[in-house]
């Protein structure tokens, strides 16, 4: 079982910046990747950042420029960070881990979201 502890969200205007904190915990043999997913209000789940375990990062197009994700290895960690926000950035932001169990099978597991808010 593997556990992600999100936190970071909350309330920011326009303009603002926040950071977005996953850790997770548990039985992790080897991670493949960690990212960041949102969901806002009546919209599917959308890929917002991901970066792989050699340090490999990929964003939408939406937040390139303005989000930065990165991560700490020896922690399990995985950061966003997220300058010059928009409204439109408003959404309930998931952390998500794929890796690798002892028996090398690939698993992966969300966290249990954290709210952004961004007031115009």
């Known amino acids: 079982q593997v556990e992600l502890v999100e936190s970071g969200g909350g309330l920011v205007q326009a303009g603002g910046s926040l950071r977005l904190t996953c850790a997770a915990s548990?039985?992790?043999?080897?991670?493949?990747?960690m990212g960041w997913y949102r969901q806002a209000p009546g919209k599917q789940r959308e890929s917002v950042a991901r970066?792989?375990?050699?340090?490999?990062?990929n964003y939408t197009d939406s937040v390139k420029g303005r989000f930065t994700i990165s991560r700490d290895n020896a922690k399990n960690t995985v950061y966003l960070q997220m300058n010059s926000l928009k409204p439109e950035d408003t959404a309930v932001y998931y952390c998500?881990?794929?890796?690798?169990?002892?028996?090398?099978?690939?698993?992966?597991?969300w966290g249990q979201g954290t709210q952004v808010t961004v007031s115009s």
């Open positions: 998500r881990i794929d890796h690798l169990d002892s028996a090398l099978r690939m698993l992966n597991y």
């Open positions: 548990g039985h992790i043999f080897m991670i493949i990747a």
């Open positions: 970066i792989t375990s050699g340090g490999s990062t």
